[in-house]
């Protein structure tokens, strides 16, 4: 691990693998369904060996999919900081971002319906820019709602005029 | 007049020797003394009866415009008459009932604005949190003696409470009203006295214009498209001339109207900016609410010693939209050596030159083979700095204390060459403040140390309620 994106302390803390299995899930449905529409096309108005080829294609894809995402979700952590938070994320394009809690104007916890169906949720913090990219993915319910409640404490008693 | 010894209740003005007896009476309880606790007393008002038709005025330009169309081509004058009457009536039929339905107050430490028939909605702001008090007169709104008072609110790129219109005194009245609470003063306090710190001359304002990117862009396209069509014999080049040329007169018109007459002066209440020649602007930005400073030079202003100020104000916007442009402009033009000495009422005790700068490191040419020369860094214990640009110079600084967050960034032919970008975030605006391309360890070092610097920057900082601090103004 390079030292530019080095943790703040022992280690970054990770977010939940649940959501390396609904971008997993997601990736197979979109590319099951791509990939059995494209190849029954294919079969029917060419011929069924290119069909063949167009799966191969798409479980090719599929695999490499896999493994982008495994990196993906390993290149997310955030660390919580007397003072501030840290998230980082991106593997080939890298991100590291401080936002200290006396800056935070508000905190929201978002889920979608499959990302409830996989028992996950966002949270994300708002600075009066919208530059500040402080998002965190996947993070257990129970996680999520501690950290939104720890950073609203934490905001509060560090407010600072804008 | 006893105003007199009122408004010097607000405090010095640097420069102007005050009575320090005279500086005792400053309330420093969270209320102030209110004659209208919670504003009961005082009726929801109205805006200026002339609103309807001031803002049926646009909507009336915009409709001669589509069906004036029409009526060219279909050379039928008669319904375009009863088009036009059937748009004026609608319009100030449609008017008159938002006019009826919106409606405003102070009423304690908020302002109340109602408005909408249809969607009705209800709106209050705090008026400790305001950004920015503007009063816009556009040219037909001056014709009538009324005027548009805006309040700046953090959050949104657009003006989130404007009220037009409201006569001048009035504007002017509730203007010294908000700030007056925004400060934490009585709410009769008058208007704070002022002193002016520059005036940018027409006749500087109109060579800037011309010798600016827009114009000798639209310039130099003039003079390619009329030697082409020159020495071609063609007259279609002809078609092209007149907009461009047009075009390019407007840029300078456009800038020249807008700025013409720009001054900037200081008082107890901030930085008041006035400007324009046929739309004036007076606007009011309180102390503390500057969150960064663009200083921009254009190639040809070099000569000069030319630079233009530009400030990051929650509310004002960013470079997308004109009226945030047109918002965010410090001082259009000016030597240096004035520029300077307006930034250090701006941010006070900041000295630009004197922040020492890094260069980027030399491998960064790989990524920027003209500009990483120009790519500086550098912070004090009061502001964050960086330099940009080859042909058009740009420093950005930005106050420890007003950054939103920090952010390293890294792609991949930056990872090959052990580079990374340093961000600091500030709310939308023309300020930009990005070390680019710095060595890894540096931008670590850096991101860090900004955390740190900016924790120590907040502790020490003034309250928002302006005449609240008792800190002597450096």
Redesign the interface.
């Known amino acids: 691990m ?5 943790p703040p302390g022992e280690r970054w803390q990770p977010v939940s693998p649940r959501l390396r299995s609904l971008r997993r899930a997601l990736l197979a449905f979109w590319l099951g369904v791509g990939g059995l529409a494209g190849g029954v096309a294919i079969g029917v108005l060419l011929n069924w060996w290119l069909a063949a080829g167009a799966v191969v294609v798409a479980a090719g894809a599929f695999a490499w999919g896999w493994w982008l995402v495994g990196r993906n979700w390993e290149s997310w952590g955030y660390a919580e900081r007397g ?2 938070l840290l998230v980082t994320h991106g593997v ?9 809690y ?2 935070m ?1 508000f905190v929201d916890v978002t889920a979608g319906p499959v990302e409830r169906k996989f028992g996950i949720a966002t949270v994300q913090l708002h ?8 998002e965190i993915p996947g993070l257990t319910p129970e996680e999520a709602e501690r950290l939104r409640d720890r950073l609203a404490a934490l905001g509060e008693a ?1 407010a ?3 | 007049m006893s105003q007199m010894s009122e408004s010097a209740d607000r405090g010095p003005v640097d420069g102007i020797p005050v009575d320090p007896i005279a500086l005792d009476p400053i309330p420093v309880d969270p209320i102030p003394v209110d004659p209208n606790p919670a504003g009961e007393a005082t009726e929801l008002r109205r805006l200026h009866p002339a609103t309807p038709v001031l803002n049926g005025w646009k909507y009336f330009a915009l409709v001669v415009a589509i069906v004036g169309q029409e009526a060219v081509r279909d050379l039928d004058f008669r319904l375009f008459g009863i088009q036009m009457v059937a748009a004026v009536v609608l319009g100030v039929v449609l008017g008159s009932f938002s006019w009826w339905f919106t409606k405003y107050r102070i009423e304690g430490e908020e302002l109340r604005i109602e408005s909408g028939f249809l969607f009705r909605r209800s709106r209050r702001i705090r008026i400790d949190r305001l950004q920015a008090v503007d009063i816009v007169r556009p040219v037909m709104a001056r014709l009538l003696g009324v005027a548009e008072l805006r309040l700046e609110m953090a959050g949104g790129g657009k003006t989130e409470a404007p009220l037009a219109y409201l006569t001048e005194p009035g504007a002017q009245k509730l203007r010294a009203e908000l700030l007056a609470r925004a400060a934490g003063l009585a709410a009769d306090t008058p208007e704070a006295p002022e002193r002016q710190l520059v005036a940018v001359p027409p006749g500087v304002l109109l060579a800037s214009t011309v010798v600016s990117a827009p114009f000798l862009t639209a310039a130099l396209g003039f003079v390619v498209v009329a030697a082409t069509t020159t020495v071609v014999r063609e007259m279609v080049g002809l078609a092209f001339l007149i907009p461009w040329a047009l075009g390019g007169l407007g840029v300078v018109w456009r800038q020249f109207v807008s700025e013409f007459g720009f001054t900037v002066s200081e008082s107890p209440d901030g930085l008041r900016i006035r400007k324009g020649l046929l739309d004036t602007w007076a606007q009011t930005v309180p102390p503390g609410r500057v969150q960064g400073v663009e200083i921009e030079q254009q190639l040809l202003w070099r000569p000069k010693g030319w630079v233009k100020l530009s400030v990051d104000v929650a509310g004002y916007g960013g470079k997308g939209n004109q009226e945030g442009q047109t918002a965010s402009t410090l001082l259009p033009v000016a030597p240096w050596p004035v520029a300077r000495a307006l930034l250090e009422r701006v941010l006070p005790g900041v000295d630009v030159d004197g922040v020492e700068r890094v260069l980027a490191p030399r491998r960064a040419r790989w990524l920027r083979p003209i500009g990483w020369r120009y790519l500086r860094h550098g912070a004090d214990d009061r502001v964050f700095v960086t330099d940009t640009g080859w042909l058009t110079r740009r420093t950005a600084v930005v106050p420890h204390g007003k950054m939103q967050s920090v952010r390293i960034t890294q792609g991949p032919l930056q990872r090959r060459l052990d580079l990374a970008t340093v961000h600091l975030d500030t709310p939308v605006g023309p300020v930009n403040a990005v070390a680019l391309h710095r060595s890894s360890q540096v931008a670590r070092e850096l991101a860090e140390a900004q955390a740190e610097r900016s924790r120590q920057a907040r502790r020490a900082a003034g309250p928002e309620r302006w005449m609240q601090a008792q800190l002597p103004r450096e």
């Open positions: 390079d030292s530019l994106f080095a003072d501030d080939l394009f890298k991100t590291l971002v401080v936002v200290p006396g800056r104007q600075t009066a820019t919208p530059a500040t990219d402080a560090r600072a005029g804008l």
